[in-house]
């Protein structure tokens, strides 16, 4: 299935709805176990220390507003 954009050298995000899933309809999506809310990441080639402390701080962000 083909996708818009899935990422380059530096890491990107978005949700699967509108990246990798962007083709399916919503029934398709939900069917394949792909929620509105899942969102995709695509690692790019950054310093690995940088991408677990970026996607640390994303986590916590995430959980500060859910809470």
């Known amino acids: ?6 990422g380059a050298v530096e890491t990107i995000y978005g949700p699967a709805r509108t990246t990798s899933h ?3 309809t ?3 999506r939900l ?3 792909i929620s509105e809310g ?11 220390d940088d991408l ?3 996607l640390q701080q994303a986590f916590d962000r995430v959980r500060t507003v859910m809470v």
């Open 26 to 28: 919503l029934e398709e």
């Open 22 to 24: 962007v083709e399916n």
């Open 31 to 33: 069917a394949l176990g």
């Open 38 to 48: 899942l969102v995709r990441i695509s690692v790019g080639i950054e310093d690995t």
């Open 52 to 54: 677990i402390a970026d």
């Open 1 to 6: 299935m083909p996708a818009i954009y899935l």
